[in-house]
């Protein structure tokens, strides 16, 4: 992993081009060395940084094609053009005979840029998933443009100035959403979107995203029996041919993934599973059922706090947007033991969530849900006027039950969903300055689940959520995470899950086959009993979380790391100072756990800044 940059509508001379061309690709490519190619022109330039397979460029009669991933299209016929003749000389061919309606006929997961000087035309575009992301910004009349901002910015037109929304979001989300960023007039590509630039305007355009079939309802046979066969095709299309490895925290998706590699290949998976020596986080007991159960060549590494302390400035290094996923740090020391084991590219299970419905939000979203079937007048005439007018009620707990589901049931989706929000539980007004709060808007991270959440064409509310999920939580937080993680050990992530076939599949299973009542995955575990062990299938999600809040209690080296970042912050004036010294000194030691998130998400916000020396 690693991208592709470059510009329209600037030039110096044609070697000076070129410099900066491969100077933006160097910053792509300095975490896993990867190949740097580069086109130039007078007013023009692309550089793509990527490993062989995943790295694609072609310029002939005034075009000008780069693509970085695993481009594949859904048209037979080009298809096997892309076969004979390679995927960029196909794109820039077809682009020219039938201009934007090749994009719906785009598949795989990957970021493009077309560039034609015969009509001055640029074209960018990402995969509709989201995996190869794609950052933007119009400038003294040019397009510059980057995989990632760290390479945006080095172009001479580019802006680096930091957006005060961006931070507030980071706070708020724990990572910035799309399409805003941390730099003021700079845009990410939403997934499955591209943006078509010419006389210096710029235009986005959505070409493709999930379509939900929400009425189809097969037969459970003929739906197992298609699963089945998409999964392992999806294993065996995202494997490839090299030696692949596959990460195995314990859970349904994880141990799905492994399973099939070991049957798609005809050999013993490589598996890769992170432990922690700590109460309540390791799952490595699961992890251990699904390799032997699978017969894995089982590798095992237990983070500890010093791994941490070592890794926190690295994993700051790695984003081009502050990211305050803690769970980065056990992926990227999963992926540094599959490098040192010989392997350069690694499977995730990630998505699989999204698309069959597992996350425990979904079935807590349906309880809520069913009070919205009460009659208004009977809810607002009776049974609210009675729970909360009985004097002392909140003194008993069946009565403080009742008053907190109302409460919540009355909240629209997707805001329900942010109920219990980190940031809102302490308040803005504590935890920001004055100053800070002056620029930037506390309802737009709100407003901004809002716009994606109505974007969608389904009418279940498992669907609905899933859509949510499927940018928010995927696209803008997990792939982001394991795909940085790995390109920090130097190792390539891909999800077998995400194939569009498979994605596809998901998208016409009926809703109850996603969420049952309140039982999460209904179908996808039922089509994998017997394939799975049973106690995973019925174990409770865990996944790789950091017991960061815990260690940060004993661990001086990791205090200490915590308490100078935060110090440091305290003088960007972004943060209150009061409110810092109250999370360290009071809330931590309250519950390490819950206050620990706090302290990660602040302290890896100093590290990237530190790391940009900002």
């Known amino acids: 992993m690693s991208g592709l940059c470059g510009w329209s509508g600037y030039g110096v001379s044609l070697d000076e081009n070129r410099h900066l061309a491969e100077r933006m690709g160097g910053a792509l490519a300095r975490f896993d060395a990867s190949d740097i190619q580069v086109s130039v022109g007078e007013q023009s330039a692309l550089a793509v940084a990527a490993h062989d397979g995943s790295s694609h460029l072609y310029q002939k009669d005034g075009l000008q094609v780069a693509i970085w991933g695993q481009l594949r299209f859904s048209d037979a016929g080009l298809s096997q053009q892309a076969q004979s003749e390679g995927a960029a000389k196909t794109l820039a061919e077809n682009w020219r005979s039938i201009g934007e309606r090749i994009f719906p006929r785009l598949s795989g997961t990957f970021s493009l ?250 079935s807590k979203q349906y309880i809520f849900s069913l009070y919205q079937n009460i009659p208004l007048a009977l809810r607002k005439g009776m049974l609210e006027p009675a729970i909360f007018g009985i004097p002392g009620g909140q003194r008993l707990p069946l009565l403080r039950k009742a008053r907190s589901y109302i409460e919540q049931a009355s909240i629209p989706l997707p805001a329900r969903l942010e109920t219990y929000n980190l940031l809102d539980r302490y308040g803005p007004q504590q935890v920001f300055t004055q100053d800070f709060l002056a620029m930037a808007d506390t309802e737009q991270p709100l407003f901004c689940l809002a716009e994606t959440y109505r974007k969608t064409d389904a009418k279940s509310l498992i669907n609905q959520l899933l859509a949510l999920d499927m940018k928010i939580t995927l696209a803008d937080n ?115 756990g819950y206050h620990g998130t706090m302290v990660w998400v602040l302290m890896m916000l100093e590290q990237w800044h530190r790391q940009r020396r900002q």
Request: aromatic residues 10%.
């Open 113 to 362: 840029c077309i560039m034609d000087r015969t009509t001055g035309t640029t074209v960018l575009a990402i995969d509709r998933i989201g995996a190869y992301p794609l950052s933007y910004q119009l400038s003294g009349g040019a397009l510059v443009f980057g995989s990632s901002a760290d390479a945006l910015i080095l172009h001479p037109l580019a802006q680096s100035e930091i957006n005060p929304q961006g931070l507030y979001n980071y706070v708020f989300f724990h990572m910035v959403p799309s399409p805003a960023s941390i730099y003021k007039d700079h845009q990410r590509l939403l997934p499955g979107e591209y943006v078509i630039y010419r006389k210096g305007q710029a235009e986005t355009r959505k070409y493709r995203g999930i379509q939900f079939a929400e009425n189809e309802d097969l037969p459970f046979p003929e739906l197992k029996q298609e699963f089945l066969r998409v999964l392992r095709s999806s294993v065996r299309d995202t494997a490839g041919t090299q030696q692949v490895g596959a990460f195995l925290s314990g859970g349904t998706d994880s141990s799905t993934i492994a399973g099939m590699l070991g049957e798609v290949s005809g050999q013993s998976a490589r598996t890769y599973s992170i432990g922690f020596d700590a109460k309540g986080y390791d799952e490595m007991e699961y992890a251990r059922i699904a390799a032997r159960h699978f017969s894995t060549q089982h590798h095992e590494y237990y983070v500890t706090p010093d791994d941490v302390v070592a890794a926190i400035p690295q994993i700051a290094s790695i984003f081009d947007q502050p990211f305050g996923n803690a769970s980065a740090v056990p992926a990227y020391y999963c992926a540094r033991m599959a490098k040192a084991d010989g392997l350069h590219k690694i499977l995730g299970g990630d998505g699989g969530d999204e698309l069959f419905g597992g996350n425990e939000r979904y």
């Open 478 to 592: 997990d792939l982001p995470k394991v795909v940085k993680a790995c390109e920090l050990a130097g190792m390539e992530a891909v999800f077998p899950f995400l194939n569009d076939d498979m994605v596809n599949f998901s998208a016409r299973l009926a809703p109850l086959h996603k969420l049952k009542g309140t039982k999460l995955r209904y179908f996808f575990k039922e089509a994998l009993r017997g394939i799975l062990p049973d106690q995973i299938i019925s174990k409770q999600k865990h996944g790789f979380g950091l017991p960061f809040g815990v260690w940060l209690q004993n661990h001086k080296p990791l205090q200490d790391l915590a308490a100078d970042s935060l110090s440091d912050l305290k003088l960007r004036n972004i943060i209150r100072a009061d409110f810092i010294d109250k999370l360290l000194d009071k809330h931590l030691g309250e519950h390490a």
